[in-house]
């Protein structure tokens, strides 16, 4: 995001359902060393439903130090209090007069089910009220029911089904394309 909109959007303390404690913040180029050790943390398990790139240390450390700044992306972390990488979530767009913007989200294993998901979009949905195209859009594969439900409890629709294909161990399934008006 644009280093003048970035101060729209200062950081916002949180409290998630478990009573386990956050701040919501824009992501800073900075982070590269947190975000390298999020993307290594995360289980193999999670590239199944979320593969922007191989989940490696140095393409989370790249996405901070390229993204962070980058006027066509915005990017949300939830940053734990030890000041580590409790999740984060994105959209971006390919240029100024882009129609849609493409969505993104991964929650750290032990801040999954307790509201991280959804407090994280939540937030993101409310900059991209101002920031960025009027269209969002995303895919989510059938099998990650918790995904579904909360894309769809936030008001996305469902527009499309298909399949994708298989990557690496894991086998071609069907997903669903979503997408949602932003303002
Ligand atoms: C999918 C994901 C983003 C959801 O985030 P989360 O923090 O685990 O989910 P939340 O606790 O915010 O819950 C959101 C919704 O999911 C559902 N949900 C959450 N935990 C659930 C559980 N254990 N069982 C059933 N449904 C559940 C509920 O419908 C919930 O809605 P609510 O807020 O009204 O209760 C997260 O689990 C994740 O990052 N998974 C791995 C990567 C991934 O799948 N990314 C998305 C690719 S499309």
Redesign the pocket.
């Known amino acids: 995001m644009r280093p003048e909109d970035q101060k729209l959007f200062p950081p916002v303390d949180v409290t998630l359902?478990d009573g386990k404690r956050g701040i919501l913040r824009l992501l800073r180029q900075s982070d590269a060393t947190i975000l390298g050790d999020f993307y290594v943390s995360l289980p193999p398990i999670?590239a199944r439903?979320?593969w922007p790139h191989p989940l490696t240390r140095e393409n989370g450390e790249n996405w901070a130090a390229q993204q962070a700044d980058n006027p066509c992306c915005v990017t949300l972390v939830l940053e734990t209090p030890q000041g580590e990488i409790g999740?984060y979530?994105w959209y971006r767009w390919q240029n100024e007069a882009a129609p849609n913007s493409v969505f993104?989200?991964?929650?750290r294993e032990d801040?999954?089910?307790?509201?991280?998901?959804?407090?994280?979009?939540e937030h993101l949905l409310k900059v991209a009220e101002t920031v960025g195209p009027a269209l969002m859009q995303?895919?989510?594969?059938h099998a990650?029911?918790?995904?579904v439900?909360?894309?769809q409890?936030l008001g996305f629709r469902i527009t499309k089904e298909g399949m994708v294909g298989a990557r690496r161990e894991f086998a071609a399934e069907p997903q669903y394309w979503m997408e949602r008006r932003c303002r």
């Open positions: 359902r999670a439903y979320y999740g979530a993104g989200i991964c929650i801040y999954q089910s307790c509201g991280a998901g959804r407090i994280l979009m995303l895919t989510c594969q990650n029911f918790r995904a439900q909360l894309y409890k």
